[in-house]
């Protein structure tokens, strides 16, 4: 299979090629350099293997959540070449792929948890609990926005845990109690194409493409606040 993933969707831009088995992947921290930069990695990820875009079976991207300029970027990136080359999107969570960071970083084991944090801005992160399984993250629970001082564990989640994404510089304002649990805080790992590719694999093989129409970011502040308007479930 060949399978080209993107991410945008935090300070990081970054771009992966999955070729049987095989991840090659171009990224760099550039925080306003998205649009000059993706579409180059790009070609570049792709001329190395010899490959025109015609080659591929499918694409990525981390449809969020994460910054929405960011986000919008890599998804009309994405929409544009599945719509040309008639091909299947696999849209995969930022907050899973900084879990399956933090599992290959840290060696995590089977059974271990991981929360992952995001800096959401307007004093809120956004929240995803996740456990190893097979070495990849599983969702427990919902993602959600949420000022960090309402972050929470499951209540059945005696486990190791441990703490991954930027949003956790903001630890001193999250409960002491759940911060006391994170065996290991690394507030340093970011989204990357490298993750989203090899989540976007196993999505391929659990079905779970879309056409390029609904290759659609997911935001969460924006979907909390449509379902609190009156009328709205």
Request: aromatic content about 6%; charged content about 20%; overall charge negative.
């Amino acid at each position: 299979m060949k399978l080209l993933a993107l991410d945008t969707s935090s300070e990081g831009c970054s771009a992966a090629l999955w070729l049987n088995g095989q991840v090659t992947e171009r990224f760099e921290l550039a925080p306003r350099g998205h649009t000059r930069l993706l579409m180059p990695m790009v070609r570049e990820l792709l001329a190395e293997q010899g490959l025109a875009p015609s080659d591929l079976d499918a694409l990525a991207f981390a449809r969020g959540p994460g910054s929405f300029t960011g986000l919008r970027i890599a998804t009309g990136v994405v929409q544009g070449l599945a719509w040309g080359l008639d091909i299947p999107v696999v849209p995969v969570s930022s907050l899973a792929a900084v879990a399956l960071s933090a599992i290959e970083t840290h060696a995590l084991k089977d059974g271990d948890g991981i929360a992952v944090a995001f800096d959401a801005r307007m004093g809120e992160v956004y929240w995803g609990v996740f456990r190893c399984e097979s070495g990849l993250p599983v969702l427990l629970g919902d993602e959600r926005v949420c000022p960090p001082e309402a972050v929470s564990l499951p209540v059945n989640g005696d486990m190791p845990w441990h703490a991954a994404g930027q949003g956790w510089s903001l630890k001193a304002q999250m409960p002491s109690e759940l911060v006391e649990r994170m065996s290991v805080i690394d507030d340093t790992l970011v989204p990357s194409a490298a993750q989203v590719v090899r989540l976007a694999e196993r999505g391929m093989a659990n079905g779970l493409a879309v056409t390029a129409e609904q290759a659609q970011p997911v935001y969460i502040r924006d979907e909390v606040a449509w379902k609190k308007l009156p009328g709205r479930a």
